[in-house]
């Protein structure tokens, strides 16, 4: 099944993009220096990036048959490099063109870029007056100062005292309020972070704000002042003295990024699509003092050689271990695409010396003309699915991502109500539902003798009225005889004020009356009334309608 298209056409699955050397300063030996290198391929990859995701070649899931062909994004692209330097060289060439992409690698975020510039940007803050410090950390991805920039403070002595300035207004705040918020102000400050296309992308904010985060559980943890807290900062940055490792956070954008991957690392991944600009990399030169290899005379011992006799054959077995691993990398590297592989390549220094090259050009690199018709031999014959292509992206613009889609969202309704398991409830309530049809098995109200008139209505009303009967209530001992509600009654009348001996008497009535009515008969033939239960000895709970009102001792 053909998993690249382009108009319903079906496209080779593995690329050459050449790149000439006459247009970029080839050296006294008529190749692209390694310096020239450096500088040339982060733009080119991100150029040719920038140039497929806005082409109307289209992914397959190969999973999925009956799925339709769909956009490339960035999440479906990988870039396959030798070096962290070289990653992160091609991540912020990416970053330049709008592309998001992450550095996929082991280790800690103390290894990263962001933690040697939070290192620089905090000694220039506990240190303001140090020039060599405070300019350091203007350099960082923080504030993002180029060489013009550090060249035009070095002519303007007051624009170079306010930056001093600001920096003393972070260490006062560090010291009087603490190193969160002296940090979160200089993350927000007008001067940080705001660059369009030089500041960090969001994985170095990510990194920035997870450093902060464990340098503050660090103060809170030792209490260190801001000297101590930069030195055990500074042991991090070791991983030799590194106390613990702090893994790097992963994002769920990272999803949606292209990914940067080491050769090593990408043994045993796949992506849809595969970027690889530096297969040209020959051959490592051997040590001239020591020289380290597998002996294979002495059953493949690993063998330090520091300048024996045999030492050219020692070279030798050296150079025949780099090049059996260099074609290992070579194979990984170019099984690791489902859907397309593209290499960049041309006359780059040491491009004969390559695993890639030996096998490409076994006359030599030695001009582009001679190199291309060793790629043309390979992708005319029929059936190889190999397409050579010359490099001539313009900048172009930088990357849009597609508008994602809006949904109205809703919460879905209960089809019947739903009732809670158990609820507190008080005598008033169980007294009315008592009134309601109910089942055989549930206790039953009492039958009334008609209606009488509630002595608590002749009682005067207000907040005081009421004060005074919940005092009572609370103290009263429904165990005692109901004789006992007079003498309570007058004790706590005096404290609220009340003399009138009629008041007293309604007072005392109502209260009996509350206490001695009839609640409930249960299926037995038992009373429940308030009076005769024992203080602390009850506990009520309320189930469902199938189940009756029980009482537990």
Request: net charge neutral; hydrophobic share 40%; proline share 5%.
């Amino acid at each position: 099944m053909d998993l690249l298209t382009e108009e319903g056409r079906a496209l080779p699955p593995l690329e050459f993009l050449f790149i000439e050397r006459e247009h970029h300063a080839p050296d006294r030996d008529g190749y692209i220096g390694k310096e020239a290198a450096e500088k040339l391929l982060p733009e080119a990859v991100a150029r040719d990036i920038l140039f497929l995701l806005g082409s109307r070649k289209r992914l397959r899931d190969r999973k999925d048959k009956e799925s339709a062909p769909r956009a490339i994004s960035p999440g479906d692209i990988a870039v396959l490099v030798r070096t962290n330097v070289q990653a992160e060289q091609v991540q912020r060439a990416l970053s330049v063109k709008g592309i998001p992409a992450y550095l996929s690698k082991t280790g800690s975020v103390f290894d990263s870029r962001e933690a040697l510039d939070l290192h620089d940007i905090l000694w220039a803050v506990h240190r303001p007056g140090d020039r060599g410090s405070l300019l350091a950390a203007l350099c960082t991805s923080v504030f993002g100062f180029s060489s013009r920039d550090m060249m035009a403070l070095d002519r303007d002595e007051d624009r170079f005292f306010e930056w001093q300035e600001r920096f003393m207004q972070y260490r006062t705040l560090w010291e009087t309020r603490g190193f969160v918020s002296m940090i979160m102000t200089l993350f927000h400050s007008e001067e940080a972070f705001l660059k369009k296309e030089a500041g960090p992308d969001e994985r170095g904010l990510t990194n920035f704000y997870h450093l902060s985060e464990l340098l503050s559980q660090a103060c809170l943890a030792h209490r260190f002042s801001p000297h101590y807290l930069l030195k055990w900062y500074g042991r991090q940055l070791s991983v030799k003295v590194r106390d613990e490792s702090a893994d790097e956070l992963r994002l769920e954008s990272d999803k949606k990024a292209v990914a940067l991957v080491t050769l090593h690392k990408s043994k045993g991944l796949e992506y849809p699509v595969v970027y690889l600009p530096y297969l040209w990399e020959g051959a490592r030169q051997a040590s001239r003092e020591n020289i380290l290899f597998h002996d294979p005379e002495k059953n493949y011992d690993l063998t330090l050689d520091l300048g024996s006799e045999d030492r050219e054959r020692a070279r030798s077995c050296f150079e025949t271990e780099d090049r059996a691993e260099q074609r290992r990398l070579l194979y990984v590297a170019l099984t690791r695409a489902s859907a397309l592989c593209r290499i960049i390549w041309g006359g780059f220094k040491s491009v004969e010396t390559s695993a890639l090259g030996s096998l490409l050009h076994p006359g030599g690199c030695d001009t582009d003309p001679a190199m291309i018709r060793d790629l043309e031999k390979l992708s005319v014959e029929p059936g190889q699915g190999i397409l050579l292509e010359v490099f001539s992206r313009e900048p172009g613009g930088r990357y849009l991502a597609p508008a994602r889609e809006t949904h109205g969202l809703s919460a879905r309704k209960a089809p019947k109500r739903i009732t809670p398991a158990w609820k507190m409830s008080s005598f008033s309530s169980l007294t009315q539902a008592s009134s309601r049809e109910m089942p055989e098995d549930r206790a039953v109200m009492l039958p009334g003798e008609g209606s009488r008139p509630v002595t608590l209505a002749i009682f005067p009303k207000g907040a005081g009225t009421g004060d005074f009967f919940h005092s009572i209530f609370e103290s009263l001992d429904f165990s005692l005889n109901p004789e006992a509600i007079p003498e309570l009654v007058r004790e706590k009348a005096g404290r609220a004020g009340l003399s009138s001996p009629g008041l007293l008497e309604a007072a005392a009535q109502s209260i009996h009356e509350v206490v001695a009515t009839r609640l409930i008969q249960g299926p037995d033939g038992s009373v429940l009334r308030i009076f005769g239960i024992r203080t602390g000895s009850m506990k009520w709970n309320l189930f469902s309608r199938s189940r009756p009102l029980a009482r537990h001792p």
